[in-house]
């Protein structure tokens, strides 16, 4: 356990994401998402890994587990808990910018379907824009510092660049490096589709 105290960090957790869950800062966003995405895992992590946004790769479950196992195994750890840099999904929609008149009222309601076509929704996922980017930030960092791991993995040089530049390194951002901030390694990796077990061992060996 990172900070021998899991029911503090639970009771932290839980507060915080009832603040995510009613979060309006990015307006543009919140038209197409139900809800935030929350993180998953243990609550007393030894390794804390953060992917950019919800992607393909990481709405398929087969896809989260397969990693978290490999983790685990290089890791040589047990608890492994994972979230997102920005929790609102950004999506391009072409019913919704089709309609000038659209007003605040969110569309996309529960199973996924969508008010305006009435069937599911079509929304493309794209990538956050670095002002949601910087909205959504705080909740990252005051992630990590409740659960305090060993090892924060760093999803892609976006979630890197965002992460270190908070703690005040502004380095360029190098796949396979570290950085010991606040005690804790911040280990970067490439995008998760990309991860391999080649790249989780040579991370492990060098968190050392
Ligand atoms: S992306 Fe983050 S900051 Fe923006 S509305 Fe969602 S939870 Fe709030």
Known sequence: MANGNRDLNIRRVIEMEERVAKCKRCDALLHCV??????KGELDPDVLMVFE??????????NLVELRNLVKKDFKVENVYHNYMVRCQPKACAIRSSISSFNDTGCVVRDNNCLLSGKTCEGIPVKPSNDEILACLPFLLEEIEIFRPHHVLLFGERVAFFTLRSYGIFDNVVIGEKHILSGMNFLIATAEEEFDTNQCQELHRISF
Do not use: Q, Y
């Open 34 to 39: 139900r809800r935030p995405s929350m993180g």
């Open 53 to 62: 946004c919800e992607s393909a790769f990481t709405r398929d479950l087969s």
